[in-house]
Each structure stands twice: as C-alpha cells, then as structure tokens.
C-alpha cells in the first residue's frame, strides 16, 4: 500500500492534473505521453492495491479482528479504498470523446473518485503503520512523522503547481489558440487543389514555464520513492 499510495499514486495524479501540455506531440504507442505514464502508473496503483488487499486477507484468514478505535477504521477505509481504486478504471473505460458534450461530467466524476480514494488510502496508511501486523511500531513516531512530511510536501508542490499554471494560462491559451489557426490553415491548403505550395504542419507549441514544471515532478519523484523506500524499511526492520 505505501507503494502504491506514497509513489504511483502521487505521481500519477500530479502528471494528469498539471502535465497535460508538459510534452507536445509526444505519443507513447498510439496514446499521448502523459496519458500512458499516468495509466501505467495508476495501473500499478491499482495491482499493488489488489495484491495488497489480497494478502491481508489470507495472512488474517479473513475479516480483522480489530475492535478498538481508530484502529477498527482501518479494515472499513481499506475496503472503500479499494473499492474506489476499481471504480475509477471502470469509469474511464465510459470516457467520451473530448468534444463530447458531457466530458466535463466525466472529468469531475473521474477527478473525484480519485480524489477520495488518495485521500482516504493516505489516512488509512497513518492507521496501518500504528498496527500491530505492520510491526508493533506504536513505540516509535519518525515513521508518522515521515508521512506526515510527505503529505505537506505534496500539498505545497501542488499549491505551487496550482500558481504556477493560473500564471502562465492566458500565455499558453494564446499559443494553443495560434496554432489552431496555424493547423487550420495547413488542413484547409492540403485539402485544396488548387493549392500548390508545400507546407509543413505546424509543431504543437511548448508551453511556458516548463522547465519550472521538469524541476518539481523530478523532484517530487525523488522525495516520494525516498520516502516509500524508508517507510518500508521500517516496516520490514520492526
């Protein structure tokens, strides 16, 4: 779960949310860039949940016999969680076409059931490293710290990411609506015969402030796997 919620999942959300126009006009197979890394990074969020959820249930030989609040939450958040993590991919299978009227609905369905399912999967992990089956580490606290650093980093990188885009929206809305007029030009010449001077089509335009944009994501991924990786450790070591 720390895995899947600490790594994939952060950055996958990231990368769909402010990454969209990081890399023009790169496919990856038949897809855009950005879109193939956030599906096989929350395709990874979604195996590491099942395995997870999987094996709990056989290393417990069925439901948890917690009793005791809040660690009685913790079953409750993870199937939810779950749940949730499953619904999402079902969701995007019924995506409609961008030019379709009711894509902004499907985008804040999409948004929103990621969302809770992040939010809740990172409480149910300040749960599940007070646990007894996670290695009795209610004596220690730099564990729950660490999280608890982590959780504000993310948050300040995407209040930054947030500035960041407000700042540079009407510059990237004036070069994305440039090169509309530029594909539409070269579209309406390549269709008339009449029409006998060759023209290139036009580049997809890079956006501005992207290298702003390359310094955290490499930095938020840096943090998040150093981080995985410590709490994981921990867990192992105790």
């Known amino acids: 779960m720390i895995l899947a919620w600490v790594l994939c999942a952060s950055i996958g959300t990231l ?15 038949r897809e855009a860039f950005w879109f193939q890394l956030h599906r096989i990074l929350m395709g990874f969020t979604c195996c590491l949940t099942l395995l997870s959820f999987i094996l709990i249930f056989i290393d417990l030989r069925g439901y948890s016999g917690l009793d005791s609040f809040p660690e009685l939450l913790h079953p409750i958040l993870g199937i939810i969680v779950t749940i949730l993590t499953f619904m999402n991919p079902l969701i995007a299978l019924c995506r409609c076409d961008p030019s379709h009227e009711n894509r902004p609905c ?14 809740l999967a990172v409480l149910n992990l300040f749960l599940g490293l007070r646990l007894e089956r996670a290695g009795d580490l209610s004596s220690i606290n730099y564990h729950i710290w660490l999280l608890i650093f982590f ?27 440039a090169y509309r007029l530029e594909l ?10 009449v029409s006998l001077q060759p023209r290139s089509r036009p580049l997809e335009p890079l956006p501005r402030g992207r290298c702003l944009r390359v310094f ?20 192992l070591a105790y």
Do not use: D
């Not at 990454?19 to 006009?25: R, V």
């Not at 929103?112 to 939010?119: E, F, K, M, P, S």
């Not at 930054?160 to 609506?177: A, C, F, G, S, V």
């Open 15 to 29: 990368i769909a949310r402010y990454y969209k126009l990081q890399w023009p006009g790169r496919l990856l197979g």
């Open 106 to 119: 499907f985008n804040w369905i999409h948004w929103l059931v990621g969302t809770i399912a992040y939010v």
């Open 151 to 177: 959780v504000l980093f993310q948050f300040i990188v995407e209040i930054i990411l947030e500035i960041h885009t407000l700042y540079h929206w009407k510059r990237n809305k004036k070069l994305w609506q």
């Open 184 to 193: 539409e030009e070269y579209n309406a010449a390549k269709t008339n015969p």
């Open 216 to 235: 955290l994501m490499s930095l938020h991924g840096v943090v998040a796997a150093a981080v995985a990786c410590i709490l994981c450790i921990v867990v």
